[in-house]
């Protein structure tokens, strides 16, 4: 069974950075698409970044844009978001997940094994 886990979550001030982990446990990640979400209180889970097997193609939500870079290491069986000028409205729970398609579209439907999440906290 695919099994992914986030970390990298933290306590952050506004304008800092933080770089979340999804590694993949007992497979190989190389010839998957990887998706990361967030899901805030109250709120529905979204999607922020995703990248192709190769890294060649990525998609970003428009709230993230310029802001957040999702990279992938096939070696280390490890994709990562980077997070620089972080917003309170960042604040949420961040999920890795695997593509169910070779395609990458920002929708929670387009994945599965999902991780359990890692905090990200963006307050003065």
């Known amino acids: 069974q695919l099994q992914l886990v986030e970390s990298g979550g933290g306590l952050v001030q506004p304008g800092g950075s933080l770089r979340l982990s999804c590694a993949a446990s007992?497979?190989?990640?190389?010839?998957?698409?990887i998706g990361w979400f967030r899901q805030a209180p109250g709120k529905e889970r979204e999607g922020v970044s995703c990248i192709s097997s190769s890294g060649g193609t990525k998609n970003y939500a428009d709230s993230v844009k310029g802001r957040f870079t999702i990279s992938r290491d096939n070696a280390k069986n490890t994709v990562y978001l980077q997070m620089n000028s972080l917003k309170p409205e960042d604040t949420a729970v961040y999920y890795c997940?695997?593509?169910?398609?070779?395609?990458?579209?920002?929708?929670?439907?387009?994945?599965?094994?999902w991780g359990q999440g890692t905090q990200v906290t963006v307050s003065s």
């Open positions: 997940a695997a593509g169910l398609f070779r395609r990458c579209v920002l929708s929670e439907h387009e994945f599965h094994s």
């Open positions: 007992g497979f190989t990640l190389t010839s998957y698409y």
